[in-house]
């Protein structure tokens, strides 16, 4: 056998062992979402015998249709896409604007300011919990989506990101748009916002992902039964005072993951791009 050609078997080798790990890697990962699909369509009988059963016997679609025979199950998807919505929307906008003053404008304590900031990273939310509740309380929010959704309008993590891809950004843009005389706003919405395309996406997935899927918030500021989000809500519509339907609550989790699916494949690529690029930049 020629040098070559030990190179190219080691090579194929090598190709074959990292297939395999990222494989299992791969499964490990995914076996929780096919064991939730398998067991949403088995009885809770069959889906709580140990060891597992992986094929479902018999096959029945109960508890899909008591999940969609709730009332207040399409009130609660509104309810959690409203509060989606709104998180996004807040983040995109005053994390940008926030990420742009701290990567590319100059006044006095920005770094200590922005320093403070990541402080905040390390405070456990349960700290801040009764706080926050005082405050919407104060307000008159309880029991209100848009007061829940108050608390995350802002997120430091996304701060983070939108200023560091706007300090991997070209300062020669900025000069040139300075020279032409655009002033800070005018940089901002028609240079830095336009190629912080991949960087909104990020911060999008990530928000939408973390609100749609949020739990002990909503829990703690929403009362009424119709003002519930739908992890809340399935929560509500089958948990008994002595025991739990489990099984339906694993097909409404599955249907709550359609969306959160659908906007990671479709933002997946802005997603890698906000990631690479804001981590290239100290």
């Not at 074959?16 to 088995?42: D, H, K, N, Q």
């Not at 002033?183 to 996406?201: C, D, H, M, N, T």
């Amino acid at each position: 056998m020629t040098p070559k050609e030990k190179e190219l078997l080691i090579r194929r080798i090598w190709v074959v062992i990292t297939y395999a790990v990222l494989l299992t890697f791969a499964l490990v990962y995914l076996m929780p979402f096919i064991r939730s699909l398998v067991a949403s369509f088995m009885t809770w009988a069959q889906a709580s015998r140990y060891p597992p059963e992986w094929m479902p016997s018999p096959f029945t679609l109960e508890n899909y249709q008591k999940l969609f025979r709730l009332e207040l199950f399409p009130r609660w998807i509104r309810n959690t896409a409203l509060y989606a919505g709104l998180i996004v929307a807040g983040n995109i906008m005053f994390t940008s604007m926030a990420g742009y003053a701290f990567a590319r404008l100059k006044f006095p304590g920005r770094d200590v300011l922005f320093s403070a900031l990541l402080s905040l990273l390390m405070i456990p939310m349960f700290v801040t919990l009764v706080p926050n509740y005082i405050i919407i309380y104060k307000l008159g929010l309880i029991d209100n989506i848009f007061g829940l959704a108050l608390l995350g309008l802002t997120n430091v993590s996304s701060i983070f990101l939108m200023r560091q891809y706007f300090m991997s950004l070209s300062t020669e843009i900025f000069e040139a748009a300075r020279l032409d005389g655009c002033g800070p706003i005018k940089s901002f919405f028609y240079i830095a916002l336009p190629l912080a395309r991949p960087a909104l996406g990020a911060v999008a997935v990530y928000q939408f992902l973390g609100s749609w899927n949020a739990f002990i918030g909503p829990l703690i500021f929403l009362r009424s039964p119709e003002n519930f989000t739908l992890p809340v809500g399935l929560s509500f519509a089958f948990q008994r005072s002595m025991w739990t339907e489990y099984t339906p609550i694993i097909a409404g989790s599955l249907v709550a993951s359609a969306p959160t699916i659908i906007l990671f494949l479709v933002l997946n690529k802005y997603l890698i791009r906000g990631i690479v690029v804001t981590g290239g930049k100290g």
